[in-house]
């Protein structure tokens, strides 16, 4: 079925809010999201380019009907109570009445938010703090709770249902204010922002900016630092 034009779209003169995405980087790392934030480095490598093909259907923005339900994808969402913008890669949606029209928005009865992720079928903190951000747009655009969505696990083709617990709910603002106050120091003017310090672990192998952050590299220097203070402190 041909996906018929989205109904919803972001509202104009809205003061420069944060991406979305970001909360993801800054959970997987604080210093990936600075160096993007802050110094503006987007890099791809093998795991950025599968996750933008595995993305490329669901940012045919649009809408159809299947089921007796209507999908709205790449739906673009925000929140002037947060300062976030983005986009649901898929939002699912139920109508009080049986018409399921996306110009029915006062009829609304259910909403979830679905993000595609590429691997195999995992619980990453990260992935669902991002999927919470886009339930708390969602809830404050459409004024209607939303108790859970769902991240689809392209390699395994499953999908993993995210409950969206008061626990999850307020780490995710959390960390959302933090990311906030990230943009802000780098915002002041004739400062120089502080990269958060690189710690090398299994992950960053996996982090298209690796090249860039050179975490063992920098890691090593901070610690030769760490012994060079020591000694001069005895
Ligand atoms: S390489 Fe590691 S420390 Fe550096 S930005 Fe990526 S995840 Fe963070």
Redesign the pocket.
């Known amino acids: 079925m041909k996906p018929k034009a989205n109904p919803v779209s972001a509202t104009e003169n809205r003061p420069e809010p944060l991406q979305l995405s970001l909360l993801n980087d800054f959970l997987?790392?604080r210093?990936?999201a600075a160096?993007k934030l802050i110094e503006g480095w987007r890099e791809a490598n093998e795991h950025t380019v599968l996750g933008e093909l595995i993305h490329e259907h669901a940012d045919f923005a649009g809408y159809e009907v299947a089921k007796g339900v209507l999908v709205w994808r790449a739906l673009p969402i925000w929140s002037d109570r947060l300062g976030l913008s983005g986009k649901c890669d898929i939002v699912e949606a139920e109508f009080i009445s049986a018409s399921n029209s996306a110009s029915e928005i006062s009829k609304l009865k259910f909403l979830k938010p679905v993000e595609y992720k590429k691997g195999k079928r995992r619980r990453f903190s990260n992935d669902d703090a991002q999927l919470c951000a886009q339930a708390l747009c969602l809830e404050e655009m459409f004024g209607i709770p939303i108790e859970r969505g769902a991240i689809f696990h392209a390699e395994s083709k499953r999908r993993r249902e995210v409950e969206f617990t008061p626990e999850l709910r307020a780490m995710t603002e959390q960390a959302i204010a933090d990311l906030h106050v990230l943009l802000g120091q780098s915002q002041v003017p004739g400062s120089i922002p502080q990269l958060p310090r690189?710690?090398?672990?299994p992950?960053?192998e996996e982090?298209s900016?690796?090249e860039i952050?050179m975490?063992k590299a920098i890691e090593n220097e901070q610690a030769t630092s760490r012994h060079a203070k020591r000694l001069y402190e005895i």
């Open positions: 997987y790392c210093r990936r160096l690189a710690l090398y672990r992950a960053c982090c900016l690796f952050c975490p």
